[in-house]
């Protein structure tokens, strides 16, 4: 057996193209880390200062000899790209945490009806609203509209995460009611967007295919939980040397195998990270080696995935920033007035129900992976990838500003939600 291989040039325009991405993801990212904006918003602008909105615009035969030397040089690139999704979902799955607080299980349950369930279903009237502009090649309104609402209600763990870390307010009451809120959140909403891919990969609505579907999903999660236990055991049989090569073996096989059986590889990724951490537990050392980890993965794969990301964005055409701002509003005001009328059942001071509704409105890498893989598969068009891209980062940009303004008049309020 012999496999093609690149030729000289296309080596090296491939080369070039990756370090041209990862030079821009890295210093547009890191100038808006210093504004105390999330990295991953700056990666994306990284990405989209190389394409159709600005360089490739003025500089088209330039930027093409980098980025479409060759004809199949999109393909290349695309495998840094799924890298980058499967390495961001697993280290998500790996860092999931779901700390139910029985004293704050009222307030948990009302932000999850609030930012989830409440600006789900008020979002359903709008989807015929923008189906010409927004829905994809498909053509499938069904998949189109669970995209539609899930893009109203997703929030994000790894930029809330970030900069509750930042801010140094990680492990306080608010922190821990969001996250685990999130958490549930976005299992709900990915077996949504799984349902949507196979909606859109079928061309129909089959119940009984799409209720397997959660059910398989669901039914995985609780095969883990019920042998994470045994799972412990496994430790002690992988040598320190081995945890990498058995993390990734087990990583790519589950992704290969469940997106043959129909489930989403951003899902598998997602899920394999949670049985990785039910397997080999969470201790110091185990830590340390997936810190090592995802240092590297947010160093190299992960910045190329959100450049790739905003590369493709173009805001010369292809987009209506009327709808844009359309949507936008109606996304945040959904989530953020359902998230207010929940916490109304709740003792919680009105400064910690804005502080809810506007953090669960941060919709960061999950608000990006929701739109790159709908648009992979047809459901959306390019014009609604954009929008989504756009409402990501705007959403977390406000919510970090606005979380760390409240931090200056008062930090206790992230500890005692009547203050």
């Not at 829905?135 to 809330?160: H, M, Q, R, W």
């Not at 077996?191 to 669901?218: C, F, P, Q, Y």
């Not at 109606?330 to 007035?337: D, K, P, R, S, V």
């Amino acid at each position: 057996m012999t496999l093609e291989t690149l030729t000289d040039s296309e080596l090296t325009a491939t080369l070039a193209a990756l370090a041209l991405l990862l030079a821009s993801a890295f210093l547009v990212g890191t100038l808006l880390e210093k504004a105390k904006a999330p990295r991953v918003v700056g990666e994306i602008m990284g990405g989209l200062l190389l394409g159709g909105s600005c360089l490739y615009h003025f500089f088209p035969d330039a930027m093409g000899s980098i980025f479409l030397a060759y004809g199949q040089e999109g393909k290349v690139l695309n495998i840094f790209y799924q890298m980058g999704l499967i390495f961001l979902m697993f280290l998500s799955g790996y860092n999931t945490k779901l700390k139910i607080d029985c004293e704050n299980g009222k307030t948990m349950g009302c932000v999850f009806i609030g930012a989830t369930v409440l600006p789900m279903a008020a979002a359903i009237p709008f989807v015929p609203l923008f189906q010409r502009a927004f829905i994809g090649e498909k053509d499938n309104l069904i998949a189109y509209g669970l995209v539609f609402v899930i893009g109203v209600a997703i929030t994000s763990i790894p930029v809330i995460s970030k900069i509750f870390f930042d801010m140094g307010i990680m492990n306080t009451k608010f922190s821990d009611t969001v996250l685990t809120v999130s958490t549930f959140q976005d299992l709900c909403l990915w077996i949504l967007l799984n349902a949507a891919t196979r909606i859109a990969s079928s061309g129909e609505l089959k119940l009984l295919d799409m209720a397997g579907v959660v059910l398989v999903t669901l039914g995985l999660f609780a095969a883990v939980k019920a042998v994470s236990d045994h799972a412990h055991a496994c430790k002690k049989a992988i040598k320190p040397i081995d945890f990498y090569s058995v993390s990734f073996i087990l990583l790519l096989l589950v992704c290969a195998v469940l997106y043959m059986a129909g489930i989403n590889i951003m899902y598998a990724a997602f899920l394999v990270g949670y049985v990785v951490k039910a397997a080999v537990g969470a201790d110091r050392e185990t830590k340390a080696r997936m810190e090592a980890l995802g240092n590297f993965a947010f160093s190299f794969f992960i910045p190329i995935y959100f450049a790739l990301v905003g590369i493709q964005l173009n805001l010369l055409h292809n987009f209506s920033p009327l709808r844009f701002c359309l949507f936008f509003l109606m996304a945040f005001g959904l989530e953020a007035i359902g998230t207010l009328l929940m916490l109304q059942f709740t003792e919680v001071s009105f400064r910690t129900k804005i502080n809810f509704a506007v953090t669960m409105n941060a919709r960061g890498g999950p608000g990006i992976v929701l739109a790159t893989v709908a648009y992979s598969y047809g459901i959306i068009s390019v014009e609604f990838f954009t929008v989504l891209i756009l409402t990501t980062m705007l959403s977390s940009l406000l919510a970090g500003y606005w979380l760390r303004r409240q931090q200056k008049k008062d930090a206790a309020v992230f500890m005692d939600f009547r203050k």
